[in-house]
């Protein structure tokens, strides 16, 4: 896959008109949005760019050349490559806190645990954005890396979020509560994380949605089983 349609497939709001700032009233102007549409096509092919060479191997020329600007023109929106990957980590976790809220509110309990399979599933239809989340994850661990204290944090508020919504599930009947929640909302990451490379490397042959929901289904038995859901066609990744 090129940066190019690695980045048609991330980015499908990019070009679409926005209302301004409602609580201004104020309707978005030309520049903002030619602005606003730019950064997002140089997040794109960042997103793609970081995905398939790392943080460290993959630069800005790289990133400016598949958004088909100069360098210089990338500076202008983000003025260091760390810069650009904290903004990058940002809008995935917009899109992510998104992707779980309905009404406003965010599942608990037994919801929150089929939203964690729905969201397998729907990883399944966005490959790019999985390897780059694949590829930093593990290159993040170096004490230096920029994203190691977004993925540090990131992991402890999961962990939380799934040994709360335990809890909350053994509370309303819906699960059996495990000896160690902690343990368990640990080991429910491991096997989310662990899929996405097997998938990455044999996509035919892993279904994230299906084998997240076994497991879970295993270690919490909630007495109504959670669901695997069918992804939609899942675009290759080359």
């Given at each position: 896959?090129?940066?190019?349609?690695?980045?048609?497939?991330?980015?499908?709001?990019?070009?679409?008109?926005?209302?301004?700032?409602?609580?201004?009233?104020?309707?978005?102007?030309?520049?903002a949005r030619r602005t606003r549409i730019r950064k997002q096509e140089i997040l794109?092919?960042?997103?793609?760019?970081?995905?398939?060479?790392?943080?460290?191997?993959?630069t800005l020329a790289d990133v400016a050349s598949a958004a088909g600007i100069t360098?210089?023109?990338?500076?202008?929106?983000?003025?260091?490559?760390?810069?650009?990957?904290?903004?990058?980590?940002?809008?995935?976790?917009?899109?992510?806190?998104?992707?779980?809220?309905?009404?406003?509110?965010?599942?608990?309990?037994?919801?929150?645990?089929?939203?964690?399979?729905?969201?397998?599933?729907?990883?399944?239809?966005?490959?790019?954005?999985?390897?780059?989340?694949?590829?930093?994850?593990?290159?993040?661990?170096?004490?230096?890396?920029?994203?190691?204290?977004?993925?540090?944090?990131?992991?402890?508020?999961?962990?939380?979020?799934?040994?709360?919504?335990?809890?909350?599930?053994?509370?309303?009947?819906?699960?059996?509560?495990?000896?160690?929640?902690?343990?368990?909302?640990?080991?429910?990451?491991?096997?989310?994380?662990?899929?996405?490379?097997?998938?990455?490397?044999?996509?035919?042959?892993?279904?994230?949605?299906?084998?997240?929901?076994?497991?879970?289904?295993?270690?919490?038995?909630?007495?109504?089983?959670?669901?695997?859901?069918?992804?939609?066609?899942?675009?290759?990744?080359?």
């Open positions: 896959m090129t940066v190019d349609e690695g980045a048609a497939r991330w980015s499908q709001h990019a070009g679409e008109p926005t209302t301004g700032d409602p609580e201004e009233g104020k309707p978005e102007g030309v520049y794109d092919s960042a997103l793609v760019a970081f995905g398939q060479k790392g943080f460290y191997k993959a360098a210089a023109g990338l500076l202008h929106h983000f003025k260091t490559k760390e810069a650009l990957l904290v903004e990058l980590l940002h809008q995935r976790d917009l899109a992510g806190l998104q992707g779980s809220t309905t009404g406003g509110e965010q599942p608990r309990g037994r919801d929150l645990l089929q939203h964690l399979v729905d969201t397998m599933a729907l990883n399944m239809t966005r490959p790019v954005t999985t390897q780059m989340y694949a590829v930093l994850s593990t290159e993040a661990v170096t004490d230096a890396h920029p994203a190691r204290q977004w993925f540090l944090d990131r992991y402890q508020r999961l962990r939380a979020l799934i040994a709360a919504a335990v809890i909350d599930g053994a509370s309303d009947g819906d699960i059996e509560a495990p000896a160690d929640v902690d343990v368990t909302a640990s080991a429910i990451i491991a096997v989310m994380d662990g899929l996405q490379i097997q998938w990455l490397y044999d996509p035919e042959s892993v279904n994230m949605s299906e084998v997240t929901c076994r497991a879970i289904n295993a270690l919490v038995r909630p007495a109504v089983a959670l669901v695997p859901r069918t992804p939609a066609t899942t675009p290759p990744l080359t």
